[in-house]
C-alpha cells in the first residue's frame, strides 16, 4: 500500500467543510461538506468570490484580515479556532467555526488559503438561548 494520500477523496469523504481560496480570493476547492453546510454546489461556489457566503455586513473586515494573510503569509487561525458569521445559499445566517492554512508555492509565495469548516449554528444559538436564560433569571432574583 502507497504512504501517498489522495487528497480530493480525502477531502470529499470529511464531515468538516473544506474550501480552499486563492490570492484574490475566489474559490478553487469546494468539498461535499462544503456544499451542505453552504448550499452550494461545488459547480456554483468554484470560481466565485469568498463573499458567497460572508455576510455583507463583514465583508469589509473580512477582506482586510484576508489581503494581510496574503500579504504577510502568515495568520493566526492556523491553530485558533474563528468563529464567525456565514451565509448560506438560501440567505440564512450560520455561525460557521474553522481554522485555516496558508498555501504557498515552491517559492514560499502565497497562492492562496485553505479552510476547514464545521457549521456551528446549533450550538451558537444553543449557547445565545442558555445566556438569554441566565440573564432572566438572574433579572427575576
Do not use: C
Amino acid at each position: 500500500m502507497s504512504n501517498q494520500v489522495n487528497f480530493e477523496q480525502l477531502a470529499n469523504v470529511m464531515g468538516d467543510g473544506v474550501v480552499i481560496s486563492d490570492a484574490k480570493g475566489d474559490i478553487v476547492f469546494w468539498n461535499a461538506a462544503a456544499e451542505r453546510i453552504f448550499g452550494y454546489s461545488s459547480s456554483e461556489a468554484l470560481g466565485k468570490s469568498l463573499d458567497i457566503i460572508t455576510p455583507e455586513r463583514f465583508r469589509e473586515r473580512h477582506w482586510d484580515g484576508y489581503k494581510k494573510s496574503m500579504d504577510t503569509g502568515t495568520t493566526r487561525y492556523g491553530t485558533t479556532l474563528l468563529t464567525v458569521p456565514a451565509l448560506h445559499k438560501e440567505g440564512k445566517p450560520l455561525s460557521i467555526a474553522f481554522t485555516v492554512a496558508m498555501l504557498t508555492d515552491a517559492s514560499g509565495k502565497v497562492t492562496g488559503i485553505a479552510a476547514v469548516v464545521r457549521d456551528d449554528t446549533e450550538r451558537f444559538q444553543n449557547d445565545r438561548a442558555l445566556k438569554k436564560r441566565i440573564a432572566d433569571l438572574e433579572a427575576k432574583s
